[in-house]
């Protein structure tokens, strides 16, 4: 499986070079792992869909505080790391995570800089370990490259990821029995080392894999790849499921099936942009345009940090062509629609706390309050439904997306599928 980890340096990502058929076998190789999950997951599910019930029905209806959630991934710029620090302040963001590759254990010169930098400057880091096929095959690799990185990077961050989206082939693994060999020694160096871990990194609804490695494996920090960017819009749903009932559904997965109830970060989640060519890391069928791509943001954070059940949310990243909130392709650097909607976010959110959501046939409506300020995050639900929208306070002032005071009559306001901020008297 060696040639399965091509790297795209354009999409950062391997690209995929498993035959289907060759796919096939390796599956029908592992159906005892296969079998060992369902059992391993069956005891659970009646516990699990019980605590679901009692989140989903509680959800939203609870105050809670929202803190500082908002962080961006980010990658070793070397020259350009000066200007990706000063983007990350104009954005108001403190939390960063950096990526290091397993395969490129002699280069870490390139992540130090980059975490040297961003350390100087006051800025939190988390790291994330990516692996490859050769780490589970030779243990003896992963293993040195867990004790070079744990004890050279332990002075800039406290948090490292172990694994990357290892429930996709083409990163490499197979099932959860191999990523389990990559976690455990991991476990052990990271005591030894006094570091903390986050994990197991699963990307999308595939929550059926969290039972038997928390079972085994205690992380500090939970953590999923919670994209929802196949179904559009954040409130659409996937097999019946939308995103606040994936984030019940992961919530009461994760208390069952863990020791001690630990936190949860969504470490990776973006809308790969239309237009981008190889430069995005999915089909050109479900990418969208730049300005939904702003919507969609604001919209999956409110979704998120009102349930509750979210510590931290990483968008994946800051400086990307395909993807990110800034376009590289052309100097200057183009900063995108998501990149004010971001900044815009970070400024009304961070450190408020949500009080309720008004229930509405039109309209999403999440109420926050920031020291005195009572205001509200609100959205269209359907275009349908784009129009004059009559709220029950009377309002002071009106923020959209980007950051722009917007018109209105007293206690009125015109709603679109575009988040905007109400502030109420």
Request: contains cysteine; glycine residues 4%.
């Given at each position: 499986?060696?040639?399965?980890?091509?790297?795209?340096?354009?999409?950062?990502?391997?690209?995929?070079?498993?035959?289907?058929?060759?796919?096939?076998?390796?599956?029908?190789?592992?159906?005892?792992?296969?079998?060992?999950?369902?059992?391993?997951?069956?005891?659970?599910?009646?516990?699990?869909?019980?605590?679901?019930?009692?989140?989903?029905?509680?959800?939203?209806?609870?105050?809670?505080?929202?803190?500082?959630?908002?962080?961006?991934?980010?990658?070793?710029?070397?020259?350009?790391?000066?200007?990706?620090?000063?983007?990350?302040?104009?954005?108001?963001?403190?939390?960063?995570l950096?990526?290091?590759?397993?395969?490129?254990?002699?280069?870490?010169?390139?992540?130090?800089?980059?975490?040297?930098?961003?350390?100087?400057?006051?800025?939190?880091?988390?790291?994330?370990?990516?692996?490859?096929?050769?780490?589970?095959?030779?243990?003896?690799?992963?293993?040195?490259?867990?004790?070079?990185?744990?004890?050279?990077?332990?002075?800039?961050?406290?948090?490292?990821?172990?694994g990357?989206?290892?429930?996709?082939?083409?990163?490499g693994?197979?099932?959860?029995?191999?990523?389990?060999?990559?976690?455990?020694?991991?476990?052990?160096?990271?005591?030894?080392?006094g570091?903390?871990?986050?994990?197991?990194?699963?990307?999308?609804?595939?929550?059926?894999?969290?039972?038997?490695?928390?079972?085994?494996?205690?992380?500090?920090?939970?953590?999923?790849?919670?994209?929802?960017?196949?179904?559009?819009?954040?409130?659409?749903?996937?097999?019946?499921?939308?995103?606040?009932?994936?984030?019940?559904?992961?919530?009461?997965?994760?208390?069952?099936?863990?020791?001690?109830?630990?936190?949860?970060?969504?470490?990776?989640?973006?809308?790969?942009?239309?237009?981008?060519?190889?430069?995005?890391?999915?089909?050109?069928?479900?990418?969208?345009?730049?300005?939904?791509?702003?919507?969609?943001?604001?919209?999956?954070?409110?979704?998120?940090?009102?349930?509750?059940?979210?510590?931290?949310?990483?968008?994946?990243?800051?400086?990307?062509?395909?993807?990110?909130?800034?376009?590289?392709?052309?100097?200057?650097?183009?900063?995108?629609?998501?990149?004010?909607?971001?900044?815009?976010?970070?400024?009304?959110?961070?450190?408020?706390?949500?009080?309720?959501?008004i229930?509405?046939?039109?309209?999403?409506?999440?109420?926050?309050?920031?020291?005195?300020?009572?205001?509200?995050?609100?959205?269209?639900?359907?275009?349908?439904?784009?129009?004059?929208?009559?709220i029950?306070?009377?309002?002071?002032k009106?923020?959209?997306?980007d950051?722009?005071?917007?018109?209105?009559?007293?206690?009125?306001?015109?709603?679109?599928?575009?988040?905007?901020?109400?502030?109420?008297?």
């Amino acid at each position: 499986m060696k040639e399965t980890y091509r790297w795209n340096p354009y999409s950062d990502q391997p690209d995929i070079s498993i035959p289907k058929k060759k796919r096939f076998w390796h599956h029908l190789k592992r159906l005892g792992s296969y079998a060992s999950l369902i059992s391993a997951d069956i005891p659970k599910i009646t516990a699990i869909a019980s605590l679901y019930r009692k989140y989903w029905k509680t959800m939203y209806k609870t105050p809670c505080s929202i803190g500082n959630p908002f962080a961006i991934s980010v990658s070793p710029l070397g020259k350009k790391n000066a200007e990706l620090v000063s983007l990350l302040k104009e954005i108001r963001v403190s939390r960063t995570l950096v990526r290091v590759h397993s395969w490129d254990a002699k280069n870490l010169d390139h992540a130090e800089a980059l975490c040297h930098i961003l350390k100087q400057e006051g800025l939190d880091i988390s790291i994330a370990l990516l692996q490859e096929r050769q780490d589970v095959l030779n243990p003896t690799k992963w293993e040195k490259f867990l004790g070079l990185v744990f004890s050279r990077f332990k002075q800039y961050s406290s948090f490292f990821e172990i694994g990357h989206a290892w429930n996709r082939a083409k990163w490499g693994l197979w099932d959860y029995k191999e990523y389990l060999k990559l976690s455990r020694p991991a476990l052990l160096l990271a005591k030894k080392h006094g570091v903390r871990l986050v994990g197991p990194a699963v990307i999308d609804f595939e929550f059926h894999l969290y039972p038997p490695i928390l079972k085994e494996i205690s992380f500090d920090i939970v953590s999923s790849f919670l994209y929802v960017d196949r179904v559009g819009a954040p409130e659409n749903k996937q097999f019946g499921w939308n995103t606040s009932q994936k984030l019940a559904l992961l919530r009461a997965v994760v208390d069952e099936c863990s020791q001690n109830s630990p936190p949860i970060w969504i470490t990776e989640v973006n809308w790969p942009l239309k237009g981008t060519g190889k430069f995005s890391p999915v089909s050109e069928e479900l990418n969208v345009t730049e300005e939904e791509q702003a919507s969609f943001l604001v919209r999956y954070y409110v979704l998120c940090l009102a349930s509750g059940f979210v510590e931290r949310i990483y968008w994946w990243q800051l400086i990307a062509p395909g993807y990110g909130l800034v376009d590289s392709r052309k100097e200057p650097w183009r900063k995108r629609p998501s990149f004010y909607a971001f900044n815009t976010m970070v400024e009304h959110l961070k450190k408020s706390k949500f009080k309720r959501k008004i229930p509405h046939h039109r309209a999403e409506i999440y109420v926050f309050q920031k020291e005195q300020e009572i205001f509200a995050v609100v959205w269209a639900k359907e275009e349908t439904n784009w129009g004059e929208l009559i709220i029950p306070n009377e309002i002071k002032k009106v923020i959209s997306g980007d950051g722009k005071e917007l018109p209105f009559d007293k206690n009125k306001v015109w709603i679109d599928g575009n988040p905007c901020y109400v502030m109420f008297k």
